[in-house]
Antibody, heavy 122, light 107 residues
Framework: QVQLQESGPGLVKPSETLSLTCTVS????????WSWIRQPAGKGLEWIGR???????NYNPSLKSRVTMSVDTSKRQVSLKLESVTVADTAMYYC????????????????WGQGTLVTVSS | DIQMTQSPSSLSASVGDRVTITCRAS??????LNWYQQKPGKAPKLLIS???NLQSGVPSRFSGRGSGTDFTLTISSLQPEDFATYHC?????????FGQGTKVDFK
């Protein structure tokens, strides 16, 4: 059973960089897409972007200028950096594995981490 | 971006009720539509993929229908463990987008 665990600072100051890591256990990072998704308290889910194990990325245009994702297959880790954060970036951050169903654009998030709460405050 | 709109935003129901949640896409997304269940303090859980494909281990009282722009998630007989928030999500084109969620609570 694949398990994902997010980690990183729970408090980040405005204008600084948010850095999170997702560690994968029970499965390989290889040959999969890994997404980051966030959810402000009491609100809906927002897809931040994804990275393939080979390093190719897709970012949400709304965040693209501030987002960098990376993968370390040897450590089974996927990382997220979000620059120049503001209070609007306060949210629960999830990493998730994308499963592909082999037809068109049939993807889904089949495994999720428990999430890590990041608060942006001075 | 493709906008996903769920209705209602919340509903109150009783155990045993039949519940239907609607998700509408701002353009046709074929059947590239997933449904997730989220309980308080927990990560979302995949219920249905490709509009109608029930995931392994998900009770058969859950069903999904639709194609194009209009989709539904139905719970045929609501159980106590089904009180949660439900999210739809499209994967027709990036950025993947979600509906705002539908909270199902006790009447």
């Amino acid at each position: 059973q694949v398990q994902l665990q997010e980690s990183g600072p729970g408090l980040v100051k405005p204008s600084e960089t948010l850095s999170l890591t997702c560690t994968v256990s029970g499965g390989s990072v290889s040959r999969n897409y890994w997404s980051w998704i966030r959810q402000p308290a009491g609100k809906g889910l927002e897809w931040i972007g994804r990275i393939y194990s080979g390093g190719s990325t897709n970012y949400n245009p709304s965040l693209k200028s501030r987002v960098t994702m990376s993968v370390d297959t040897s450590k089974r880790q996927v990382s997220l950096k979000l620059e120049s954060v503001t209070v609007a970036d306060t949210a629960m951050y999830y990493c998730a594995r994308e499963e592909y169903y082999g037809s068109g654009n049939l993807w889904s998030f089949d495994f999720w981490g428990q999430g890590t709460l990041v608060t942006v405050s001075s | 971006d493709i906008q996903m709109t769920q209705s209602p935003s919340s509903l109150s129901a009783s155990v045993g009720d039949r519940v239907t949640i609607t998700c509408r896409a701002s353009q046709s997304i074929s059947d590239y539509l997933n449904w997730y269940q989220q309980k308080p303090g927990k990560a979302p859980k995949l219920l249905i993929s490709a509009a109608s494909n029930l995931q392994s281990g998900v009770p058969s009282r859950f069903s999904g229908r639709g194609s194009g722009t209009d989709f539904t998630l139905t719970i045929s007989s609501l159980q106590p463990e089904d009180f949660a928030t439900y999210h739809c999500q499209q994967t027709y084109s990036t950025p993947w987008t979600f509906g705002q969620g539908t909270k199902v609570d006790f009447k």
